[in-house]
C-alpha cells in the first residue's frame, strides 16, 4: 500500500485528491493547522478514512516531524494562502505561506528523506499580464497579484531542489478549477450561491467585479488526478493543466442565472470597488503536453461545472433543482 501525506487535505483539491487517492488503495494522510475552530466539513464522509496531523507551514520542525512519522511515498503540497485579494491585504503572510512554504516542505523532504515524490501546487496566476496565448510549460511569466508572485517563487524553488538535489520534485500549473466544494469568495462560488439564494427568495442583487475577465475554468475532481499522473512518471516534469477553453465572468454568470430561469441582468451589477489592483484579463492553458505524455483529459465541461455547482448550492440552502 502506497502512503500520501497531503498539506491542505481540509481544502477543495485536498478533498478531491483523498478521495482519489483512496479509492487506489492508499494510506491516504493530511495536515491541518491548530486552530480552535475545526473545518473539516469537506472531507467529513471520508473523515473515518484518512489520518490526519497537526503541522504548519510556517514550522520546519512540525514538517519533519510529520515527515518521520508518516513516511510518505508521495507529497501533495496543497496548503497556501490561496485567495488573490487576501494577498494584497496580507502580502507577507501570503509570501510566508504560498512561497516560503514550499521551501520548508522541500527541505524538510531533503533532510528525511530524499526519495520522497513532491507535487507543489503551481497556478495559472503566474502567467498573469500573459506575454501570449494560450499558456504553456515555456510561456514566460508574469504575475499581477502577490498571490501571484509568491506561487512564482514557490514554483521555480521546486526547480531548483529538483535540479540541485536530484529531489523527484514536479509542479502542476493548473488554470481555474471549480466545485461545490469551492470557497463562498471566490467568484465562481459566489456567482452559484448568489443564483440559488436568488431564486430560493433569500437575496435580491448581486455585486461582481470585472464581468469581461476571461479564465480558463474546469472540475476540480479532474484536476487532481493529474496531480497524481505527474508523480507516476519515470522523470519529474511540470506540466500546464487547463481544458484550453476561455469563457468570462460574463458568461458564468448568464450560464448560472439561466440554469434557474432568470435574466442575470436584472440581479447583477458590476462593483468597480471589487476590481483587482492589477487585473488578470486572459487566461487560457495550452495542456498538450499533459495530454500527450500524462494522457490526462478534463471530463466535466464548463456548462456541467456550472449546473453541478448551482445544483449544489440550492440544494444546500434547502431548495429543489
Known amino acids: 500500500m502506497k502512503t500520501a501525506l497531503i498539506t491542505g487535505i481540509t481544502g477543495q483539491d485536498g478533498s478531491y485528491l483523498a478521495e482519489f487517492l483512496l479509492d487506489k488503495g492508499y494510506d491516504v494522510h493530511g495536515t491541518v493547522r491548530r486552530s480552535s475552530v475545526e473545518k473539516f466539513e469537506r472531507i467529513a464522509h471520508i473523515r473515518d478514512r484518512v489520518t490526519l496531523h497537526q503541522m504548519d507551514l510556517l514550522d520546519q520542525l512540525s514538517i519533519i516531524t510529520v515527515l518521520e512519522d508518516v513516511a510518505p511515498r508521495e507529497v501533495y503540497n496543497l496548503a497556501a494562502q490561496s485567495f488573490v485579494p487576501t494577498s494584497w491585504n496580507q502580502p507577507l503572510l501570503t509570501g510566508e505561506f504560498t512561497a ?46 502577490p498571490y501571484g508572485v509568491a506561487k512564482v517563487y514557490g514554483h521555480f524553488i521546486t526547480v531548483n531542489y529538483r535540479e540541485s538535489y536530484d529531489l523527484f520534485a514536479v509542479s502542476g500549473i493548473l488554470f481555474n478549477h471549480e466545485s461545490p466544494r469551492r470557497g463562498l469568495e471566490f467568484v465562481s462560488r459566489k456567482v452559484t450561491d448568489a443564483v440559488a439564494r436568488i431564486k430560493l427568495g433569500r437575496q435580491k442583487i448581486l455585486h461582481l467585479g470585472n464581468l469581461d475577465a476571461q479564465r480558463d475554468w474546469g472540475y476540480a475532481g479532474d484536476y487532481v488526478d493529474a496531480m497524481w499522473r505527474m508523480l507516476q512518471q519515470d522523470e519529474p516534469e ?48 495550452d495542456a498538450s503536453k499533459a495530454r500527450e505524455v500524462l494522457g490526462w483529459d478534463p471530463v466535466v465541461d464548463f456548462e456541467e461545472l456550472v449546473k453541478m455547482m448551482v445544483d449544489s448550492d440550492l440544494a444546500l440552502l434547502g431548495g429543489k433543482e
Do not use: K
Request: aromatic content about 12%; proline content about 6%; charged content about 20%.
Open 238 to 285: 511540470d506540466f500546464v493543466i487547463g481544458t484550453g477553453i476561455m469563457h468570462s465572468v460574463r458568461d458564468l454568470v448568464r450560464l448560472a442565472f439561466t440554469h434557474v430561469g432568470l435574466v442575470w441582468e436584472e440581479f447583477v451589477f458590476e462593483d468597480p470597488t471589487l476590481f483587482r489592483p492589477a487585473e488578470v484579463e486572459h487566461l487560457c492553458a
Open 100 to 145: 516560503l512554504g514550499v521551501t520548508r516542505m522541500l527541505e524538510g523532504i531533503r533532510t528525511v528523506n530524499p526519495d520522497i515524490r513532491f507535487y507543489q501546487a503551481s497556478s495559472s496566476e503566474m502567467f498573469g499580464m500573459v506575454r501570449h496565448s494560450p499558456q504553456n510549460e515555456e510561456t514566460p511569466f508574469y504575475p499581477r497579484s
